[in-house]
């Protein structure tokens, strides 16, 4: 018992790992914690709940025996992504006055997810003589697939309760939840290749990314550059890294984002930052939460003295830090923002039309 208990604990805090680095990637209007805690717990017990209720209906018609490919499927990932959906509908009264942007949809499901996976994971710690090896797989991997399969749900959620439609969207999103949930629960069950689950994981994760960076996107409260540079409140003078541009070593009025410093070098009004914080800008600002080498374009490539990350910036790779005119890199993000959400609605047709801001 002391074991199960110690397994519960540990999926309990993988899953507000899990959710607190998706809340982090909430840039624009970040979910009150308070809210978010009531739709775990709520949407955790309704999800429970109406799963429990969904299996009896599912026993009284005379199907039994769901540890099976077919069982994860068609019985298992119906039940239990149509069941953290409805939950989340249920927990609209809660959240009502904060669905105000898409990746809001995003968060709610994720927490009725974790809900529902931990509910789920003391259930089978203190219930079932599971070996082990299923208790590993279910504290390390059963919470992040429970979330990761039904994230894009989320998006339909939120189309749902703002625009009154989406219901294409929802059907797509659900079969997704069930492919993924389904094809977990039979390796899971069958004891195939960890490999092949660590890469269904992974994929899911990637996916999962791409969607927050297009819903961050498409946020109504998403600043340019310009307007955070504008709207910020008395920006200390501090010291920091001479102008790549000119050289001026004095302090800089200094714009932060979290531990990232943007700073303006008095001299020439170039804008300044290290190149870790060049990247965070792009993710900030560009809405991209991937991996950002792929439009990095080193100064052998340009045949320039500088290096560029996409484009509108200069980088310093000796000294590790880069400068840019504030019009010119505001306009750069604008455009690989827009080419953000262009590639993904290319990508995901079911994407197009939904028209969500």
Request: hydrophobic share 45%; charged share 15%.
């Amino acid at each position: 018992m002391q074991i199960n208990s110690l397994f519960v604990a540990t999926s309990f805090i993988i899953g507000l790992l899990i959710i607190k680095y998706l809340r982090s990637l909430d840039l624009h209007e970040r979910e009150p914690f308070v809210k978010m805690f009531l739709v775990t717990v709520w949407g955790g017990v309704w999800s429970v709940a109406i799963s429990i209720y969904l299996y009896r209906i599912v026993h009284s018609a005379g199907i039994a025996g769901f540890d099976n490919i077919l069982g994860a499927l068609f019985i298992i990932g119906p039940v239990e992504e149509l069941a953290k959906f409805v939950a989340l509908l249920s927990s609209y009264f809660i959240i009502k006055d904060e669905i105000n942007e898409p990746t809001d949809g995003l968060i709610y499901m994720s927490c009725v997810a974790l809900g529902f996976s931990l509910i789920e994971n003391y259930m089978y710690a203190t219930r079932t003589p599971d070996s082990g090896y299923l208790l590993i797989l279910r504290v390390f991997f059963s919470t992040p697939i429970h979330i990761l399969s039904s994230i894009f749900m989320g998006l339909s959620f939120y189309v749902m309760v703002r625009y009154k439609k989406g219901f294409r969207l929802f059907m797509v999103s659900y079969a997704y939840a069930i492919l993924v949930h389904g094809l977990y629960d039979s390796i899971v069950f069958h004891g195939l290749a960890f490999l092949l689950l660590v890469w269904i994981i992974w994929v899911a994760y990637r996916w999962g990314i791409s969607l927050l960076s297009y819903t961050t996107a498409k946020s109504p409260f998403r600043p340019s550059l310009k307007q955070f540079i504008e709207r910020y409140p008395n920006p200390a003078l501090e010291m920091g890294v001479a102008c790549i541009h000119c050289g001026n070593p004095d302090n800089k009025h200094t714009y932060r984002i979290g531990k990232t410093r943007i700073q303006r070098c008095n001299a020439c009004g170039s804008f300044v930052s290290t190149m870790r914080g060049l990247y965070h800008i792009f993710h900030h600002f560009g809405s991209e939460f991937g991996n950002l080498s792929k439009y990095y374009r080193h100064k052998d490539t340009l045949q320039t003295d500088y290096s560029t990350l996409f484009k509108g910036n200069y980088i310093s790779e000796q000294k590790r830090a880069a400068f840019f005119q504030l019009d010119e890199m505001n306009a750069a993000l604008a455009e690989f923002n827009a080419e953000l959400i262009k590639q993904i609605e290319e990508k995901w047709w079911f994407t197009k039309g939904l028209k969500i801001r």
